[in-house]
């Protein structure tokens, strides 16, 4: 069993910064594709961003693309998610996940969730 622990969210005014962390506990999970995913009020669920398990590919969500950047740590076992830019539009809880098939990570077939952390960016 693996569990997942997201840190790093708060309150942030438009244009901000944010880094999201992802804590991988239980087996090892490097070999996993991971990925971020976000659900807002009243809206589904939707993919942000996956890497696959080397961290040489990486995929985004149109509407974040050259705001937001996926890393890994493999060592640390530790996902981060760099939000650069903020918009209003961002306000929604995130969550990492996990797969072993980068694909299922981009589809949100995951294995493994997170419990989600609050990102909230004001105008």
């Known amino acids: 069993q693996v569990q997942l622990v997201e840190s790093g969210g708060g309150l942030v005014q438009a244009g901000g910064s944010l880094t999201l962390s992802c804590a991988a506990s239980g087996r090892t999970v490097s070999s996993y594709a991971m990925g971020w995913f976000r659900q807002a009020p009243g809206k589904e669920r939707e993919f942000v961003a996956a890497?696959?398990?080397?961290?040489?590919?990486?995929k985004y969500v149109d509407s974040v693309k050259g705001r937001f950047t996926i890393s890994r740590d493999n060592a640390k076992n530790t996902v981060n998610l760099q939000m650069n830019s903020l918009k209003p539009e961002d306000t929604a809880v995130y969550y990492c996940?996990?797969?072993?098939?980068?694909?299922?990570?981009?589809?949100?077939?995951?294995?493994?969730w997170g419990q989600g952390t609050q990102v909230t960016v004001s105008s």
């Open positions: 996940a996990a797969s072993a098939a980068f694909f299922k990570v981009v589809r949100g077939e995951c294995d493994y």
């Open positions: 890497i696959n398990w080397s961290g040489d590919a990486r």
